[in-house]
């Protein structure tokens, strides 16, 4: 019942920006992590960032000082903002959610479809 929805992928010119988005629905009790991961063709799925229920950040080394992950609780909404954009940033961009649903006592790990996020000139 619960699912994660992704947006705001598309074509960049290098160095600039997009932002993505990605909202939680179904019946959700409450969310823990948020993430947003990324895998480019032939490459395996690596943590972009992440951000905890108490806000605290982790980003990919690659992406620090670019990137900036935020979280919209009311809206079970995490977001990405990505700044100057390189070529390297091409990949489909997957959200990820640790969410209790409200009919289980339980946590358990969400994945949305993905937005693909393009580079180029």
């Known amino acids: 019942q619960v699912q994660l929805v992704e947006s705001g992928g598309g074509l960049v010119q290098p160095g600039g920006s997009l932002r993505l988005s990605c909202a939680a629905s179904g019946t959700i009790f409450s969310i823990a992590d948020m993430a947003w991961y990324r895998q480019a063709p032939g490459k395996q799925r690596d943590m972009v960032a992440t951000?905890?229920?108490?806000?605290?950040?982790h980003y990919a080394d690659s992406v620090k000082g670019r990137f900036t992950i935020s979280r919209d609780s009311p809206k079970n909404t995490v977001y990405l903002k990505m700044n100057s954009l390189e070529p390297e940033d091409t990949a489909v961009y997957y959200c990820?959610?640790?969410?209790?649903?409200?009919?289980?006592?339980?946590?358990?790990?969400?994945w949305g479809q993905g937005t693909r996020v393009t580079v180029a000139s």
């Open positions: 990820y959610c640790r969410i209790r649903p409200d009919t289980a006592p339980v946590f358990n790990d969400y």
């Open positions: 951000i905890t229920a108490g806000a605290s950040t």
